[in-house]
């Protein structure tokens, strides 16, 4: 799940368990508000940031995407980089070689929205991060719960140090990446399979844990090493190599005590008496209008990232493949160009091996 898609569903829950007078349908409703999810990195580029904007809306509506915005990032050092907006919108991004982060310098971003509302965040320093040391899986089996045979799968670890110096923020995050032959894909129920339209070059389709909030401090660890970190389990889908990427982050304790509070509310959602949206503070406001909502936060990570090829071929039996995918079909067009977006990519990813 998506911060955005995250916090409008939370805040349309509570909206709802906070009423205590009869239920009308389709009356709930929350302040518009943008929505903003995006940070910058010790590592080269491009940097996305995403703007969507909740509206006056009933339960059967969604977000809407933010476009026509002009944003923008700079630094301490005079450095600023205005985002092109990518299709089909509420995207924006920085330039293949353009600004990148460095560490020690400090961080803003500016958006000046197409209805003229203009919003800045607190400049954030870019904090270092100690590099993974060790990557590695391990094979792991459990019964399954009321069903025959076993779940299988390949628990993802690293191995890394924390400074001697306190006061270090860890977040921990990871991508999928495997290639797409159809970048338009519908389901045929008869065939139980998917068919698709192929893509014009190459692509890849890219999985990510938009739910998980893995995070840590130092406070009772520091300067001792990080042995054993889980990052999540690889499922036996299929007997080929599993390509993960893993991404160390470290936050500034800004960032850390917003995604803390983030998770705290992902634990918490449901019950009457937790605690309301509106505390989670992020380091976004509205310098137009103060009294317009904001949710969100943008960040200055410094980022260690490694690669791992998840070898799948001990498995047992065969694998819990879903039905097909990715099935090509002659159409018009005979292609459709692969879309550069949180989902896909034309740019193979940093050690692929075919």
């Given at each position: ?11 349309c ?6 009423c205590?007078?009869?239920y009308?349908s389709?009356?709930?409703?929350i302040a518009?508000?943008?929505v903003?999810e995006?940070?910058?990195t010790?590592?080269p580029?491009?940097?996305?940031v995403r ?6 809306y009933t339960i059967?509506?969604?977000n ?7 944003v923008?990032?700079a630094?301490n050092k005079?450095?600023?980089?205005v ?10 991004q920085?330039?293949?070689g353009?600004m990148?982060?460095v560490?020690g ?5 500016t ?12 400049a ?8 993974i ?6 094979y792991v ?5 009321n069903?025959?045979g076993?779940?299988q799968?390949?628990?993802v670890?690293?191995?890394?140090q924390?400074?001697?110096t306190l ?12 290639t797409?032959q159809?970048?338009?894909k519908?389901f045929n ?6 068919d698709?339209?192929?893509c014009?070059?190459p ?5 990510r844990?938009?739910?998980c909030i ?13 042995s ?9 889908t299929?007997?080929?190599r599993y390509?993960l990427a893993?991404?160390?982050q470290?936050l500034?304790?800004g960032?850390?005590q917003?995604w803390?509070s983030v998770?705290q ?5 449901g019950?009457?008496f937790?605690?309301a949206p509106?505390s989670v503070?992020?380091n976004i406001r509205c310098?137009s209008?103060?009294?317009?909502p904001?949710y969100?936060?943008?960040?200055a990570v ?5 690669i791992?090829?998840?070898d799948?071929?001990?498995g047992?039996?065969s694998p819990?493949?879903d ?26 990813p ?5």
């Open positions: 799940m998506k911060l955005s898609s995250f916090l409008i569903s939370l805040l829950s509570l909206t709802v368990l906070a205590v007078t009869e009308k389709e009356t709930v409703s518009p508000a943008l903003v995006g940070q910058v010790d590592q580029g491009p940097y996305t703007l969507t904007r909740t509206a006056d059967q509506s969604v809407l995407l933010e476009t026509g915005a002009t923008t990032i630094d005079g450095n600023r980089e985002l092109t907006e990518l299709s089909p919108g509420g995207m924006y920085t330039r293949v353009g990148q982060g560490v310098r400090s961080y803003t971003l958006i000046q929205t197409k209805a003229g509302l203009r919003y800045e965040s607190t954030e320093v870019l904090p270092g991060v100690s590099p040391s060790k990557i590695y899986s391990e089996s459990t019964p399954r719960v069903q025959l076993i779940k799968g390949w628990n670890y690293i191995d890394t924390d400074p001697d006061g270090n923020y860890y977040r921990w995050n990871w991508a999928h990446y495997e797409l159809a970048c338009k519908t129920a008869t065939k139980k399979l998917y698709g339209i192929s014009c070059t692509c890849w389709q890219i999985d844990c938009y739910n893995d995070i840590s401090s130092d406070v009772d660890i520091n300067g001792q090493a990080i054993r970190q889980y990052i999540m389990q690889v499922p036996y299929s007997n080929t390509y893993v991404q160390q470290g500034s304790r960032a850390y917003f803390k998770k509310l992902v634990s918490n959602t019950g009457l937790d605690a509106s503070a992020g310098v209008d103060a009294s317009q904001v969100g936060y943008f960040g410094g980022l260690s990232e490694q791992i090829y998840v799948r071929s001990a047992q039996g819990d493949a039905y097909p995918t990715d099935f090509p079909y002659p159409s018009n067009p005979p292609c459709i160009a692969c879309q550069n977006s949180l989902y896909q990519t034309p740019v193979a940093r050690g692929w091996r075919n």
